[in-house]
Each structure stands twice: as C-alpha cells, then as structure tokens.
C-alpha cells in the first residue's frame, strides 16, 4: 500500500507539469481566437455602422429636399390662392375663346406679372391654340404652367465667389429701407459662415440710426467682424475702410451694406453709385451686387430694380418676404423684363428661410 501512494505521487509529479502546460496552451489558443473573433465583430459592426450611417444620409438629405419642397408650397399659400383662384376661372369653359385669354391676362396682371410679360408668355400659347396643336382649356393651363417655367430658366442663380483672387470678394447689398436688407445681410454672413468662409460686414448704411446695431448683432451671432463708420458719415468710406482691414486679414468675403434712403431717389442713387466706384477701386473686387425687393411691393419692386441696376449694375435680386401677401409675379417681370436673375428668397424669418431660388419649384408651387 505504501508502495503504491509513492507510485502515485511520482506519476502525479511528473504529469502535473504537462497538465499545466496543456491547460495553459489551451486558454492562450481560447484568448486569441476571442480577440480574434472579437475584432471581426466590431469590423463587422463597424461596417455595418457605416452602411447604416450612409443609409441614414441619404434619406436624411431626400426627406430635407421633400420638406425643403414642401415649405416653399406652404410659404406660398397666399400667393397660389391668388393666383390659382384667377386661372381657375378659365377652365369653367368648354373651349378656348377670346374670354378665355381674356381671364388670362387678366389673372396674369393681378398677380403682378406685368403687362410686356403677360404678353410674351401668352404669345406662344396662342400659337399652339391657333395651329390646333391646344383645344382644350385644362391642356392650355398645363401649357402655361411651362411656358412659365422656361421663361424663368433661362439664367444662373449661383452667388459669384471667386476662390482664386488673392484678395476679398466683395458683395454689395443694395436696396430701399424696409425692404429687409439689413437682415438679409445677417442671414448671408451666417450661411457664408457656414461654409467656412471667413467674413467681414461693412455696415455702409450709416444714415439710418439702427442699422449698425442691428448689423452688429448679425457680425456677433454668425462669427462675422464688422467696420461702423460715424452715424452720417460717408458710407463709401466705410465700405473701404472694411474692405482694407478684409485685406489686411485675408478675409475671404465683404459683405457690404448701403444706404436705402437719403433726401430723394437722385441724391441715394449718386450715393451708391460712388460706392461702387469706391469699392472697385478698393484691394478687393465687387463679385456681387444684390438688389433686395420687398415682394408685397409689386410693380413697384420693378421700377425699384430697373433704378438700382441703373447705379450699381446689379447682379442678382433677393426677393423678401414672399411668404405674405406677395402675389409672385414680380419674379417674372424682374427676370424677363430686366434679365436680372432671382438668385434667393425670404419665405420667413429665421436664417433658413433665405433659400435659393429655384424656378421650377417656385412655378410648381404656384399652380399646386
């Protein structure tokens, strides 16, 4: 019995090492295929992530352009209704005759299209109608809503920002007091912002006593500088004066507010045309001048165009204030009439609401 306990403890001697070994080789075999196994799980999860992430993108971005779509319908309600309501009139007829074109022209010049436009829109469709090519009133209305559209889409809408000048842009916002140019200039030194673009305000409009606070608050909530000038004093020098210290800091963009109104249109026009004569010569270059127009201005916001352009050769309009009891067709007599593109427009008052504009959209909003 003694023998065999020695015999025992000899084999448990020489065996406990090889057990150990074994045992130890298995946990390590165990702990890397876990680490293994582990990090083809989160690769897999991380692919899977990323599929997702991407997935997730790109129905955010459709689901922004869908409600992007349906807000310029909304904050055109009063506009539709207005002008719809006059179109409809003439598919109460069974055929198109004089009356017809008569309540055509008729919707089309209450909608502040203007006469020379209703005109040339009109022109083609009564060709169409004369060859035979349109007989019914429900088809003339489908052809109007294009010819509509084509009038509009004749011109480029993109801001002008020139990447390579080794200098400022400089944007001129031009327009009368009221029309919502202060704001405008605040709501595109956010969205320039946002894209990364450093951006200085040159609070020009130095005859109106809340303009420069109003600009100033704008430069503080978008990350923008800004130059005032003395209440009264000389907008053009203040304007060369933002533009120099633009210069002098490699700031991308100048945004350039003027003055809206002084003693008569004869003297304000002479003001800003000295601005812009001052800013071309400045270290930057004007690569923009937009016109803001209150929308609810009608005919008016034409004349106030054709006067701007005049002065400062405007490039582009900024047309406010169309989600309120703006009737719309100014938008087509501004671009046929003048050739000056819409480039964005007001449907609200928060920063997104200055949107681009977009001709199909904004007739399709009109006839829906």
Not at 183 to 192: E, M, R
């Amino acid at each position: 019995m003694l023998a065999l306990n020695i015999f025992a403890q000899q084999v448990a001697a020489d065996t406990a090492p090889k057990v150990f070994l074994v045992l130890a080789l298995l946990v390590s075999l165990f702990g890397f295929g876990a680490i293994v196994v582990s990090r083809r799980t989160r690769q897999t999860a991380s692919k899977l992530s990323s599929q997702s992430a991407s997935e997730l993108s790109s129905e955010l971005s459709s689901e922004t352009a869908v409600k992007s779509a349906e807000s310029v319908r909304d904050r055109l309600s009063k506009a539709r209704d207005a002008f719809t309501g006059a179109i409809s009139i003439a598919l109460t007829h069974s055929s198109i005759t004089q009356q017809t074109w008569d309540e055509l022209e008729e919707a089309l010049l209450r909608a502040d299209v203007g006469v020379a436009t209703t005109a040339r829109v009109l022109a083609p469709l009564r060709e169409l109608v004369k060859i035979k090519q349109i007989t019914e009133p429900r088809d003339l209305i489908s052809a109007l809503r294009k010819e509509m559209t084509s009038q509009l889409s004749q011109n480029a809408r993109e801001l002008n920002f020139d990447a390579s000048l080794d200098a400022p842009n400089i944007w001129l916002v031009v327009g009368v007091n009221g029309a919502g140019k202060t704001t405008t200039i605040g709501k595109l030194s956010a969205q320039q912002r946002a894209l990364g673009r450093s951006v200085l305000l040159a609070a020009g409009d130095t005859f109106r006593a809340a303009a420069g606070e109003q600009l100033e608050t704008w430069a503080t909530r978008s990350g923008a500088e800004i130059v005032r000038g003395a209440e009264g004093g000389d907008p053009s020098s203040v304007i060369f004066d933002g533009v120099a210290r633009a210069t002098s800091r490699n700031i991308d963009l100048v945004l350039a507010d003027t003055a809206g109104r002084l003693q008569n249109n004869t003297n304000l026009m002479e003001e800003l045309a000295k601005v812009r004569r001052v800013a071309d010569k400045a270290s930057g270059k004007v690569t923009e001048v937009l016109l803001v127009i209150d929308a609810t201005t009608g005919q008016n916001g034409l004349t106030q165009a054709k006067q701007f352009s005049l002065a400062t050769q405007v490039t582009g309009v900024v047309l406010t204030k169309l989600d309120g009891s703006a009737k719309g067709g100014i938008v087509f007599a501004i671009e046929t009439e003048l050739g000056i593109p819409i480039k964005l427009v007001g449907l609200g008052e928060t920063i997104d609401d200055l949107v681009a504009f977009d001709a199909a959209e904004f007739v399709s909003a009109l006839f829906n």
